[in-house]
C-alpha cells in the first residue's frame, strides 16, 4: 500500500514562512477552499490554515538553538481522528493513505478534533465544516499537471528544501532513505497513531579527533619543539 | 478544553430527563411489588413523562447549536447516525432518539390506560403494555448514559475524561437529578412519593459524591503522558516555545483552552461541590422533615444550577496534548 507523507527536515527550515503562505494560496482557491480569515486587517486577526510554522527555543541562553517547526496533519496510519467521525465525513484514503474530510458530509461537531492529540484540525469559521492539511490532494493526483509539479505546495515553496514528499512505504523513495538515513522521528510516538510524516532532527557535523592524532607521530624527540624560525632559518629557507 | 453552553445544556438536560424516567419507571415498578400506593396513569405517569420528554427535547435542540450551523440538523445531520459501528457520538444520535420514542409511547399507553396484562409472569406479576414500555425504555437510558458519557470517556487523549469514572458519574449525576425532579414533581402534584424518591435522590446523590470526588483525586495527580519533548522531538529539559506561528487566535487556541483563571475554576469547583452535593441533600431532608411542596422544587433548582456548574468543571478541568503547541502567543 502506498502511504503519501511529508518529510520535514527541521536541520534546514529557516522559518520562513514560505510553505504556510503557499499553502493558504493554493487551498483557499482549490478543493479544499475557501479558508476564510476573519478581521484579516484589525488588530485580532484569525483565520484556517492547514499548516504553522512554531518556533521553540532549546537550552538557556546562551547555550540556546532555535528550532523552526513546522507543523501540518501527519497522515497518522492509525489515524484516531477518522474512527470517531459520527458522519463519515472524515476518512483515510486507501489508495495513498492521505486523511481527507468530505465537507459535504460534516457536520462541525469538532469531534474529531478532541481525537487528533496534534491539534492538526481546525473548523472554518466561515464553512463551519473541520479542515486540514489535505497534502495538497488536488494537486498530487493531477494527471493533467506535468510530474515535478504532483506535488504538495508547500514542498515547491520551501526555499531551503525542508520539506520531501513521498511514499514513506516504499523503502527506496527518497522519503524512505531520508527517515533511515537521518534519523527521522515521529511526533508523540506514545499514542500509537503512526503519523506518516516524519521530522528529521537537527544535526551537526563534527569531525572526531583524538590527541595523540594532533601530535607528530613521527616526531623522533617524542615532544614538540619550537619551530626551527624562532631559530632564525626554516625549512623553507634551507635551498635543495 | 474550551466548556461549549450548547454540551452543557445538552448533557444535564438529558441527564434529569432520563433520571425522571427512569424514576417513573422505579416507582410503578415498586407499585408492582405493592410496596407503593399506585399512582395515577394520566396525572402522574403521562404528565411525569411528558416532563421528562420536554426535557430531553430542550436537549435536543441544545444539540442543534452544537453543531456547525443549526442548519445542518435538517440537511447533514442524518449522516450522524451512519459511524455506529466505530464512533461513540453516532451511537448517542441514535439512541437519544430512540429513547425519547420509548419515553413518548410509554406517555401515551398511560395517557390511553392501556393497563390490561398482556402476560403474567409466574401467576403474580402481570405486565402490561405500560410496564413493558417502561423496562425497555430504562434500558434504553442506561444505553443512552453510556452512549454520552463514552464520547468524553473514549478519547483516550483527554486523559481527565480517559476512565470508568466518567461513565459512572454521568449515570449517577443524571439519577440523582432525575429522582430529585421526581420528588420535586410528587411534592407539585401532590402525591405521596416525595419521601420515596427523595431518598433515592439522596443516595444517588451521595453515590456521585463519591465517584466524582474519586475523579477530582485522581485527575488533580494525573500524569500526562505527552511533553513538549515528545511533541517536537527534541530531547532537552529545557524547552519554550517562543512563537506559535500567529498572534490572532486559531480554532486550536478557542476550542482547547477555558481561558478562565485558576482562581475561578477552583471558585466554580466550590460551586458545584456546594449546588450538587450539600445544598440539595439537606434541602430534601428538610422537606422530609418539614413536609413542604416547594423545597423539593428547591432542591431540584440548585442541584440543576451546580450540575451545569460541574460539567463547566469538567471541560476546564482536561488538558489536551495539543495546547503543547500553543503556549506562547507569537
Ligand atoms: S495528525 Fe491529527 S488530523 Fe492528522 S491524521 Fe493524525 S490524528 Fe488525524
Ligand atoms: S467535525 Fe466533521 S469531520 Fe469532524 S467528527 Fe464532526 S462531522 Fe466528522
Given at each position: 500500500m502506498t502511504q503519501l507523507a511529508l518529510v520535514i527536515d527541521l536541520n534546514v527550515c529557516v522559518g520562513c514562512h514560505a510553505c504556510v503562505t503557499s499553502c493558504k494560496e493554493w487551498n483557499t482557491s482549490g478543493w479544499a477552499g475557501t479558508m476564510v480569515d476573519q478581521r484579516p486587517y484589525d488588530a485580532d486577526p484569525t483565520g484556517t490554515f492547514f499548516n504553522r510554522v512554531q518556533m521553540f527555543e532549546v537550552g538557556e541562553y546562551p547555550k540556546t538553538e532555535t528550532v523552526h517547526f513546522p507543523k501540518s496533519c501527519l497522515h497518522c496510519e492509525e489515524p484516531p481522528c477518522v474512527?470517531?467521525?459520527?458522519?463519515?465525513?472524515?476518512?483515510?484514503?486507501?489508495?495513498?493513505?492521505?486523511?481527507?474530510?468530505?465537507?459535504?458530509?460534516?457536520?462541525?461537531?469538532?469531534?474529531?478534533?478532541?481525537?487528533?492529540?496534534?491539534?492538526?484540525?481546525?473548523?472554518?469559521?466561515?464553512?463551519?465544516?473541520?479542515?486540514?492539511?489535505?497534502?495538497?490532494?488536488?494537486?498530487?493526483?493531477?494527471?493533467?499537471?506535468?510530474?515535478?509539479?504532483?506535488?504538495?505546495?508547500?514542498?515547491?515553496?520551501?526555499?531551503?528544501?525542508?520539506?520531501?514528499?513521498?511514499?514513506?512505504?516504499?523503502?527506496?523513495?527518497?522519503?524512505?532513505?531520508?527517515?533511515?538515513?537521518?534519523?527521522?522521528?515521529?511526533?508523540?510516538?506514545?499514542?500509537?497513531?503512526?503519523?506518516?510524516?516524519?521530522?528529521?532532527?537537527?544535526?551537526?557535523?563534527?569531525?572526531?579527533?583524538?590527541?595523540?592524532?594532533?601530535?607528530?607521530?613521527?616526531?623522533?624527540l617524542k615532544k614538540e619543539a619550537p619551530l626551527p624560525a624562532a631559530e632564525g632559518e626554516t625549512l623553507d629557507d634551507v635551498a635543495y | 478544553m474550551h466548556p461549549a453552553f450548547s454540551v452543557i445544556f445538552l448533557t444535564t438536560l438529558i441527564g434529569a430527563g432520563q433520571g425522571l424516567f427512569m424514576a417513573l419507571v422505579t416507582g410503578q415498578v415498586y407499585s408492582l411489588a405493592n410496596l407503593l400506593e399506585p399512582q395515577d396513569n394520566v396525572t402522574f405517569y403521562a404528565a411525569g413523562s411528558a416532563l421528562a420528554l420536554v426535557l430531553l427535547g430542550f436537549g435536543l435542540v441544545a444539540a442543534v447549536f452544537h453543531l456547525g450551523k443549526p442548519s445542518y440538523f435538517l440537511t447533514r445531520a442524518w449522516r450522524g447516525v451512519t459511524q455506529w459501528r466505530t464512533s461513540w457520538l453516532s451511537r448517542e444520535l441514535i439512541a437519544l432518539p430512540a429513547f425519547m420514542l420509548l419515553v413518548f409511547l410509554y406517555a401515551v399507553s398511560h395517557y390511553a390506560n392501556l393497563t390490561n396484562p398482556l402476560f403474567v409472569i409466574k401467576g403474580q406479576i402481570p405486565v402490561d403494555v405500560t410496564l413493558l414500555l417502561g423496562v425497555i425504555g430504562s434500558l434504553a437510558s442506561l444505553v443512552l448514559f453510556v452512549c454520552t458519557a463514552m464520547i468524553y470517556a473514549s478519547v483516550r487523549f483527554l486523559q481527565e475524561w480517559h476512565s470508568p469514572l466518567t461513565v459512572a458519574n454521568f449515570i449517577l449525576f443524571g439519577l440523582a437529578s432525575g429522582f430529585t425532579l421526581a420528588a420535586a414533581f410528587s411534592a407539585w402534584s401532590d402525591v405521596a412519593l416525595v419521601g420515596f424518591y427523595g431518598v433515592w435522590a439522596v443516595i444517588f446523590t451521595v453515590l456521585a459524591a463519591i465517584t466524582r470526588g474519586f475523579s477530582m483525586y485522581r485527575n488533580g495527580r494525573i500524569k500526562h503522558k505527552s511533553t513538549l519533548q515528545t511533541a517536537i522531538g527534541v530531547r532537552h529539559t529545557k524547552i519554550r516555545q517562543r512563537s506559535m506561528g500567529f498572534m490572532g487566535g486559531s480554532f486550536n487556541t478557542r476550542e482547547f483552552f477555558h481561558g478562565a483563571g485558576a482562581g475561578s475554576v477552583a471558585a466554580v469547583k466550590l460551586f458545584f461541590v456546594v449546588m450538587v452535593f450539600l445544598v440539595p441533600v439537606a434541602l430534601l431532608a428538610a422537606s422530609n422533615a418539614l413536609g413542604s411542596a416547594y423545597l423539593p422544587i428547591l432542591a431540584f433548582a440548585v442541584q440543576y444550577v451546580g450540575l451545569m456548574a460541574e460539567r463547566w468543571y469538567f471541560f476546564a478541568e482536561a488538558k489536551h496534548p495539543q495546547n503543547l503547541y500553543y503556549q506562547s502567543v507569537a
Open positions: 474512527p470517531v467521525c459520527p458522519t463519515g465525513a472524515s476518512y483515510k484514503r486507501e489508495d495513498n493513505g492521505v486523511v481527507l474530510v468530505d465537507y459535504d458530509k460534516c457536520i462541525g461537531c469538532k469531534y474529531c478534533s478532541w481525537a487528533c492529540p496534534y491539534g492538526m484540525r481546525e473548523l472554518d469559521e466561515q464553512q463551519k465544516v473541520m479542515k486540514k492539511c489535505t497534502l495538497c490532494i488536488d494537486r498530487i493526483t493531477d494527471q493533467d499537471l506535468p510530474e515535478r509539479e504532483r506535488k504538495p505546495a508547500c514542498v515547491l515553496a520551501c526555499p531551503t528544501t525542508a520539506r520531501l514528499f513521498g511514499d514513506v512505504h516504499d523503502p527506496d523513495s527518497e522519503v524512505s532513505i531520508a527517515i533511515r538515513e537521518n534519523g527521522g522521528y515521529q511526533l508523540m510516538p506514545e499514542w500509537g497513531t503512526q503519523p506518516a510524516n516524519h521530522y528529521l532532527p537537527r544535526r551537526k557535523t563534527r569531525i572526531q579527533i583524538f590527541d595523540d592524532e594532533l601530535e607528530r607521530a613521527d616526531n623522533p | -
